[in-house]
């Protein structure tokens, strides 16, 4: 079993659309988790940062972090095409683990 | 200005050559880092340095060698290319231990023929 789950997909969604995405871990000692996002041919840059359990906001965007169950969480509201990208998420407590990336396309 | 610049965007090589990839940041970050890309996107860890010292080496061939002047630097050499290095690698830095995310370079895109 990976140490981080996620399902590379590709997901396809229409413009306005809510896009969730997810991963699983097998490390609890994980303390901090992030979300980055890939556009083609580019590096990765990051989105969102949580340090433990609970959620965080910021615009369209929603993080969620769920310990017990080793689940994490990335809600994207009113969707765009500009947010078609790879998502990936990452998590760490002494050295970062990243999944293997969600391709997500917004269709107009 | 850009955060994390790698050198080159693009390397085509043959077989057999040995290649550098040059990484610099400017940040003041601590530690640096070198992940390799697959087709398939998955990031996987090389090395890490911090303040010029090696703390991961991630079991890679030693046809790879690390070398860090000082703690903006960071650069890639690999020995005698094999088709199976073909990938994008990529440069990326933080604060000491990462808490905080990292900061990737845009990529350097090998392909070996």
């Known amino acids: 079993q990976k140490e981080v789950e996620q399902d590379p997909g590709p997901l396809s969604v229409p413009e306005g659309a809510i896009v969730s995405l997810n991963c699983t871990y097998s490390?609890?000692?994980?303390?901090?988790f992030m979300w980055y996002r890939q556009y083609s041919r580019k590096g990765p840059e990051l989105l969102m940062y949580t340090y433990s359990s609970g959620n965080k906001e910021d615009g369209r965007f929603t993080a969620q972090v769920d310990k017990s169950s080793k689940y994490i969480s990335l809600f994207i509201r009113d969707s765009q095409p500009s947010d078609s990208a790879t998502y990936l998420c990452?998590?760490?407590?002494?050295?970062?683990?990243f999944g293997a990336g969600t391709r997500l396309t917004v269709k107009p | 200005d850009t955060a994390v610049s790698q050198t080159p965007k693009y390397l085509v090589t043959q077989m057999g050559n040995d290649k550098s990839i040059k990484c610099e940041q400017n940040?003041?970050?601590?530690?640096m880092y070198w992940y390799k890309q697959d087709s398939k996107k998955f990031l996987k860890i090389m090395f890490s340095y911090n303040n010029k010292e090696l703390i991961i080496n991630e079991t890679v061939p030693n046809r790879f060698s690390p070398k860090s002047p000082d703690k903006a630097h960071l650069n890639l050499h690999i020995n005698s290319l094999e088709l199976g290095d073909s990938a994008v690698y990529f440069c990326?830095?933080?604060?000491?231990?990462?808490?905080?995310?990292?900061?990737f370079g845009s990529g350097t895109r090998l392909t070996v023929v």
């Open positions: 490390n609890s000692a994980f303390q901090y």
């Open positions: 940040l003041g970050h601590d530690t």
């Open positions: 990452a998590m760490s407590e002494d050295d970062m683990r």
């Open positions: 990326a830095s933080s604060v000491r231990g990462g808490f905080y995310g990292y900061t």
